[in-house]
C-alpha cells in the first residue's frame, strides 16, 4: 500500500523522525569519563535519537561569576552528533547557582508571608529581578551563539527548552509592584477595579493601585487577576528568555515543557508563547486496581488537551520507564506497560516520547528515579530493554509524524473557570474536582474510541457537531453569543451544572442562570444549587417520552444537584429523591438547528455513557472501532492514509474484529483481515486506505 505523506508540521522541521530519548546531564558526569564513554554506545543502542541537555545545568557552564566553561557541553553535542541524534538545548534559568544566589539575594523569591525563602531547590527565583533577567538574557545569548546557526555543532541543535516546567510564585516589592502596574494596565482607574471586584464587601475598596495586597484570601476577583498575572509573569519571563534565541537562530523551534492541567498557570496561554508544546506524564497504570481504565481516561484527557492546545502533534518531553522515586507506592512497569503508555501518547498525537532521564545519578534526590540506565551502566536489563523495544517501535512510525485526528467532539477546558469556581466555593468545588468533572465526560468517549478535542474557549467551535461545557462557570456576552450561534447552526450543547454561574471578574451573574442570556439558550434557569456529601447517592427517574432513551441501569447522581425551572426546556430525567423530586437533572432546548442540554448534576458514570451514546447515535458520531471493555483505539492521519492504534489496557488477551477493510500492520508490514490478537497490555499500529 502506498500512501500519500501528510504535509503537517512536524515537530522537528529539519528532523523526520518520532523523538525518542530523554533529559541527559553529562554535568554530572565530568569526572567519570568512561561513562560518558558508555553513553555513545548505549544511546543508540537504547533506539535514542533526541536529548535534552543543560536543564538546570549552569553551575557547570558558569561556576563562578564571569568564568566560563562550555567544554563538557560541546563534547556532548559531539557524542550525540557521532551517532545522527539531535539536542533540545535548555535554558538553565531553572537553577540559580549559588554564587549568583549569594550575591545577588534580589534574585530570589519571598513567599507569601513575606519571608526571604532561603537558598533552596530549584524553580528559585523572582520573575521580575533585573539583575537576574539581564544574567539569563547573556547565558542565553551565549549558548546561542555557541551552538547556533555558524557552530560546527549548529546542525545538532533541534529545539531549545525555556527553563524547566516553569512554575511558582513571587511576593517581592518588585513582583508587587508589576501586579499593580499589571492592574492599572487592565482597570485604567481604581474605581473600575473596585467595581470588578466588589471592594465595598469588608471595607476593601481601594483608593489607590499599589494598596492592593495579592495576599488577601477574601477577594476572589483580585485573587483570580493575580493567577491571570502569575500567568502573563510567566509568559513574559518565556519571552524573555526567548529573545536572543530568536535572535541568533530564528530557524530553531523553542518549547517548553508543561504538567498537564498543572493548576497554577493556564497553559492555554502559555502555549501561545512557545511553537512546540510538550508535556511531562508520569503515568502509572495500576493493573490490578478498579480504576485502571479510568486512569487510562484521564491519561487520554490530557493527551488530547496537549494536542488541541496548538491543534498540531505536541511530544512527551518527560516520563520514566521503571519506577519513580515521589510516588508511593513506586510501583515498577509491568512487562508490556512501559510500551503501552508510550503508545498511548502516540495515539493520541505525541510526536516523540522521551524520559526523564537517561541515566540515574550516584546522588542527590533523583538517584532512585527510574532512567533508562541504571547504576550498573548495563543494556542488559529489563527496562533498557523496554526501552529499546519502544525505540524499535517508533522508528517505524514515522509515517506517521504530523498527522492528526479528524474529531467532531470537543471539551472545553478553561483553566479560568477552574479557578473561578474554586475561588468561590471552598472544597467543594475545587480545581481537583474540576478536572475529574471533565473526565468524567470525557471517559464516556474514550471507552467508545471516539476521538475528542479538548479546546480553550476561545477556539472556532463550529467545527465540531458536539461541543461540551463541564462547568465552564465564567462566561461573558461574547462567549454566550458565540454559544447560541453554534446552537441555531445546528450544534449539540451540553453543559453542566456551574455553567455560566459568572461573569470573567467572578461577580456572579444578576437576572438569574447560567447567566449572559444562556438561561434562554438552555430554557431553564438555575435557583438553588446543593452539594452533598460523597456517599449520598441520588436517584432519578426517565421522562416519559424522553428522547435519548436514558432508561436503564445507574440512573443516580451524586455530589452535586442545582435545581431550576425548566422555561422552554423539556425535562428528560428528574430527580426522584428528597425534596426536589420531579425537578429537571438532564433538559433538552431545541433552538434554531441545535439543541441546548444542561445536565444539572453530576451522573453515574453508565448513565452518562448511555447519554453520550444515544447523542453520538443521533448525530452519527462513530468509534473508530467496536472494542472489547479495556481496549480503546485512536486514529491519526485523516485523509493521509488512516492510522489506527490499538491499546489493550487488560491484563487479558484480546481479540479485535478489524471489519472487512485491509490493515497493514506498521512494525511489521503484515497484511491484517478480519480478527486479531492483543497480548495483556498490548498495542499495535495499523494503517488503512481511506
Ligand atoms: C520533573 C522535572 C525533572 C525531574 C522529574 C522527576 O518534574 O522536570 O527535572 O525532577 O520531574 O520526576
Not at 401 to 413: E, F
Amino acid at each position: 500500500m502506498s500512501f500519500p505523506k501528510s504535509p503537517l508540521p512536524l515537530v522537528l522541521k529539519t528532523f523526520p523522525h518520532v523523538l525518542h530519548g530523554g533529559d541527559y546531564n553529562p554535568d554530572q558526569w565530568i569526572k567519570y569519563p568512561h561513562v560518558l564513554e558508555q553513553d555513545r554506545e548505549l544511546m543508540p543502542k537504547a533506539g535514542c535519537n533526541t536529548f535534552t541537555l543543560n536543564v538546570f545545568g549552569w553551575t557547570a557552564l558558569e561556576p563562578r561569576e564571569g568564568t566560563f566553561d562550555f567544554s563538557y557541553l560541546d563534547a556532548a553535542f559531539e557524542r550525540i552528533q557521532s551517532f545522527g541524534g539531535k539536542i533540545i538545548l535548555a535554558t538553565p534559568s531553572g537553577a540559580r547557582p549559588p554564587w549568583l544566589a549569594k550575591k545577588y539575594p534580589e534574585t530570589g523569591r519571598v513567599d507569601k508571608s513575606g519571608r526571604k525563602v532561603p537558598y533552596n531547590n530549584r524553580h528559585n527565583h523572582c520573575w521580575t529581578s533585573p539583575i537576574y533577567k539581564d544574567l539569563v538574557t547573556k547565558m542565553n545569548t551565549r549558548l546561542a551563539t555557541r551552538y547556533g546557526k555558524d557552530s560546527k555543532l549548529s546542525g545538532t541543535l533541534a529545539m531549545w527548552h525555556i527553563s524547566n516546567e516553569l512554575s511558582g510564585e513571587c511576593f517581592c516589592p518588585l513582583c508587587r509592584a508589576s501586579f499593580h502596574r499589571w492592574l492599572e494596565e487592565k482597570y485604567v482607574t481604581v474605581d473600575a477595579m473596585n467595581e470588578a471586584w466588589w471592594t465595598r464587601f469588608w471595607s476593601h475598596a481601594y483608593d489607590r493601585f499599589d494598596e492592593v495586597e495579592p495576599t488577601d484570601s477574601c477577594v476572589d476577583g483580585m485573587l483570580l487577576d493575580w493567577k491571570r498575572f502569575v500567568t502573563w509573569q510567566t509568559c513574559e519571563w518565556i519571552k524573555l528568555e526567548s529573545a536572543p534565541l530568536r535572535e541568533i537562530t530564528p530557524d530553531v523551534p523553542i518549547t517548553t515543557n508543561l504538567m498537564g492541567t498543572f493548576h497554577q498557570l493556564n497553559y492555554h496561554a502559555v502555549a501561545r508563547h512557545v511553537d512546540v508544546v510538550s508535556d511531562d506524564q508520569y503515568p502509572a497504570f495500576d493493573f490490578d486496581s478498579p480504576h485502571v481504565l479510568r486512569g487510562a481516561a484521564s491519561m487520554g484527557f490530557r493527551n488530547d488537551l496537549f494536542r488541541s492546545m496548538k491543534d498540531r502533534p505536541f511530544f512527551l518531553m518527560e516520563t520514566t520507564p521503571s519506577s519513580l522515586n515521589w510516588r508511593a507506592p513506586a510501583k515498577l512497569k509491568r512487562p508490556g506497560q512501559h510500551q503501552l503508555e508510550m503508545t498511548q501518547a502516540i495515539a493520541h498525537g505525541a510526536d516523540g516520547t522521551m524520559y526523564f532521564q537517561w541515566r540515574a545519578g550516584r546522588g542527590a534526590m533523583e538517584k532512585f528515579h527510574g532512567s533508562v540506565v541504571d547504576h550498573n551502566s548495563s543494556s542488559d536489563t529489563r527496562v533498557f530493554r523496554d526501552v529499546a523495544e519502544v525505540g524499535a517501535r517508533l522508528k517505524k512510525l514515522t509515517p506517521l509524524l504530523g498527522t492528526m485526528p479528524s474529531v467532531k467532539v470537543a471539551i472545553v477546558y478553561d483553566w479560568e473557570s477552574k479557578w473561578g469556581l474554586s475561588l468561590s466555593g471552598g472544597p467543594d468545588v475545587s480545581e481537583a474536582r474540576y478536572d475529574e468533572i471533565a473526565v468524567d465526560h470525557y471517559q464516556s468517549f474514550w471507552k467508545r474510541s471516539i476521538g475528542v478535542d479538548v479546546i480553550p474557549v476561545d477556539r472556532d467551535f463550529s467545527r465540531y457537531d458536539l461541543l461540551i461545557l463541564p462547568q465552564l462557570w465564567n462566561i461573558d456576552d461574547a462567549l454566550a453569543v458565540t454559544l447560541r450561534k453554534f446552537v441555531e447552526a445546528g450544534g449539540t450543547l451540553v453543559a453542566t451544572h456551574d455553567t455560566g454561574t459568572c461573569d470573567l471578574f467572578n461577580r456572579v451573574h444578576m437576572g438569574g442562570l447560567p447567566g449572559a442570556g444562556l438561561k434562554d439558550l438552555f430554557g431553564i434557569t438555575i435557583e438553588e444549587t446543593d452539594r452533598v456529601s460523597a456517599s449520598e447517592i441520588g436517584a432519578l427517574k426517565v421522562v416519559e417520552g424522553d428522547s435519548l432513551d436514558l432508561a436503564g441501569e445507574g440512573l443516580t447522581c451524586r455530589d452535586v444537584k442545582a435545581l431550576g425551572k425548566l422555561t422552554t426546556a423539556k425535562a428528560l430525567l428528574q430527580y426522584d429523591h428528597d425534596f426536589y423530586t420531579g425537578q429537571a437533572a438532564v433538559s433538552e432546548n431545541i433552538q434554531g438547528k441545535g439543541r441546548a442540554i444542561f445536565i444539572a448534576t453530576r451522573l453515574s458514570e453508565v448513565l452518562l455513557d448511555r447519554l453520550y451514546a444515544s447523542l453520538t447515535t443521533r448525530l452519527k458520531i462513530e468509534g473508530v472501532l467496536t472494542l472489547p471493555e479495556g481496549v480503546v483505539a485512536s486514529e491519526r492521519g485523516a485523509g493521509y492514509g488512516r492510522f489506527i492504534i490499538l491499546q489493550n489496557f487488560t491484563k487479558q488477551s484480546q481479540t479485535i474484529a478489524t471489519g472487512s477493510q485491509p490493515l497493514e500492520c506498521l512494525e511489521t508490514q503484515q497484511s491484517i483481515t478480519g480478527n486479531l490478537t492483543l497480548k495483556p497490555l498490548g498495542s499495535k499500529i495499523l494503517r488503512r486506505a481511506s
